[in-house]
């Protein structure tokens, strides 16, 4: 069974802002494929291969398997790096949050990369996953917003196409691929030729995913995506995330040393880890899984202005206030390195531009009413959103002097993993 894209159509679709562009090609009728395919009943414990499994998000992925009574085996795919082996690298994300694993006895880490062919494993391995293997979780992917579409068509859109091929191998698979609500920014044809740090190769490649799968979906290949949002600290990881690594904590750093949040209905898309992990697992293991789900439990800013003591303003205001006193001035410039700090000054200004575009209030909403899209299914918390951004908020030291100095509690739920549950963070209002 290949799978194929027709003549550059990707790029086609980016040019004229069209999904419909996008063709596919199949050496056979994916549907007959399938069906021809072994595979478990219903009520059978099911397989895992879990690609990522390393990443903050993949960790989370693979707590929630291993505690799932409805999986059999976890095959966790990760690369080794250097000496570090893959459950060394597994092992060491875990200790940086804090996070503790069911110790079930069901995991098996195997060293290669979902980029290489056979997935760079000995043929005895990649048998086993390609007769053994009922689900596919695909976690992995770029961390970083700065390359062009080309190289993510090279490490992602091309790739998605090949793991659909392993799910109609030997075994009926079916792949779940985590794509990003981000990628919702492109409504309109100018959408695709606007310049900020929202509208970049990563969220083009994103768009060329989410719509590349739901094609295949329709054609009979069994893959699902997951527009998911900004994976925040959840109570598994004592409510630690990446940090500042996130342009999501980076805008609201500017928010709160503005004081300000534009006044708006439009929400801000966040999920804590643990609950997004529980969203895609619940899904994946499904007897008849969605094709598409928004797994996003959004937060107000006015929410975000009462918990941080923020003043509310029109948008304009916002980033009226926010470009002037962001924008390069001569008192920046250190005369003993004047070139590299004038590059440096401009830089930072550029960001905030880039993070806060114009276009801005345009982008959000078009996440916002797309995550409100009424196919999906609620999601089921263990706290409101706003708890779980404001508990991690408080153990980002960055963000530390600029939080409110009121120390009242929010309230954190028994935890559900393996380690106990950690201490409430004393940060803002309630």
């Known amino acids: 069974m290949h799978i194929t894209l027709r003549n550059n159509s990707d790029r086609i679709a980016l040019a004229t802002g069209s999904p419909n562009r996008i063709a596919l090609d199949y050496s056979e009728d994916p549907r007959a494929v399938a069906e021809r395919l072994p595979r478990r009943g219903d009520d059978e414990q099911k397989n895992v291969l879990l690609l990522g499994a390393n990443g903050f998000v993949g960790m989370h992925m693979l707590r929630e398997l291993l505690g799932d009574t409805r999986v059999g085996t976890v095959y966790a795919l990760v690369r080794r790096k250097g000496d570090k082996s893959g459950e060394d690298r597994i092992a060491r994300q875990l200790r940086k949050y ?20 056979a997935m760079g494993l000995a043929p005895a391995d990649y048998d086993e996953l390609l007769t053994e293997v009922d689900v596919v979780i695909d976690a992995a992917g770029a961390t970083t917003h700065d390359y062009p579409y080309a190289r993510y068509r090279d490490e992602k859109v091309l790739p998605t196409l090949r793991l659909a091929e392993f799910c109609l191998e030997k075994r009926f698979k079916t792949l779940h691929v985590i794509g990003s609500v981000g990628s919702e920014v492109y409504q309109q044809w100018r959408d695709f030729h606007r310049r900020s740090f929202f509208y970049t190769g990563y969220s083009k490649m994103k768009w060329i995913v989410k719509h590349i799968s739901l094609q295949a979906n329709r054609a009979g290949v069994p893959i699902h995506i997951y527009q998911a949002p900004f994976a925040l600290g959840g109570a598994p990881t004592g409510f630690k995330d990446p940090g500042m690594e996130y342009s999501f904590w980076n805008m609201i750093s500017y928010m709160l040393q503005l004081g300000l949040v534009w006044d708006s209905e439009v929400t801000s898309p966040i999920v804590a880890g643990d609950v997004l992990a529980r969203s895609v697992v619940d899904n994946a293991l499904s007897n008849t899984p969605r094709a598409i789900s928004y797994p996003v439990t959004p937060a107000t800013t006015r929410e975000i202005a009462a918990r941080f003591d923020l003043k509310l303003v029109p948008w304009q205001e916002f980033r009226r206030e926010l470009i002037r006193q962001h924008r390069f001035r001569l008192s920046q410039i250190d005369w003993s390195k004047p070139i590299s700090s004038i590059r440096r000054g401009r830089q930072q200004a550029g960001f905030v531009r880039s993070l806060f575009p114009r276009s801005f209030h345009t982008l959000l909403s078009n ?38 100095e009121r120390t009242e509690t929010t309230a954190v739920p028994a935890a559900t993993s393996a380690s106990a549950a950690p201490e409430p963070v004393a940060v803002g209002a309630v």
């Not at 804090?98 to 062919?117: A, F, H, N, Q, R």
């Not at 706290?383 to 153990?395: H, K, Q, T, Y």
């Open 98 to 117: 804090k996070m503790e694993l069911p110790d079930t006895g069901k995991l098996s880490v195997l060293e290669g990369s979902y980029l290489d062919p």
């Open 367 to 404: 996440i916002h009413h797309a995550a409100a899209n009424p196919t999906t299914v609620r999601v089921d918390t263990d706290l409101p959103s706003i708890d779980v951004l404001v508990n991690n908020a408080g153990r980002i030291r960055k963000l530390s002097r600029y939080l409110p």
